[in-house]
């Protein structure tokens, strides 16, 4: 059974850092895509960032390319999102995703769409005051 669990969201001021991080279980890992996605109220789910797990190939959002990094740790399961400069508009619930297989664009870009992922965590809420 997949499970995955964010932590590391709460209030942060404008200009400030936070990370997330996403514990998973149960994901064959080797075969996976893991990413961020976030939910402002009113508004549909967009992706943030996505990862291949056995890889380095990465996916940004084009307008949060430079203010925030995905990484992950193997040994410990774990995806972090590493949010710097943090503006009111991020203001959002964070949800961590996971899917099977990896999906390229013409441009050979890894393709983080909502839709394509499986499982989802509970989300969590990251607040930016300005």
């Known amino acids: 059974q997949v499970q995955l669990m964010e932590s590391g969201g709460g209030l942060a001021q404008a200009g400030g850092s936070l990370r997330l991080s996403c514990t998973a279980s149960g994901v064959a890992f080797y075969n996976s895509v893991m990413g961020w996605f976030r939910q402002a109220p009113g508004k549909e789910r967009e992706a943030v960032s996505c990862i291949r797990w056995s890889e380095t190939d990465a996916y940004y959002a084009d307008s949060l390319k430079d203010r925030f990094n995905v990484s992950r740790d193997e040994a410990k399961n774990t995806l972090y999102l590493q949010m710097n400069d943090l503006k009111p508009e991020d203001t959002a619930m964070y949800y961590c995703?996971?899917?099977?297989?990896?999906?390229?664009?013409?441009?050979?870009?890894?393709?983080?769409?909502?839709?394509?992922?499986?499982?989802w965590g509970r989300g969590i809420q990251v607040s930016v005051s300005s």
């Open positions: 995703a996971a899917r099977y297989g990896s999906e390229y664009d013409r441009g050979n870009r890894l393709i983080c769409a909502r839709g394509k992922f499986e499982f």
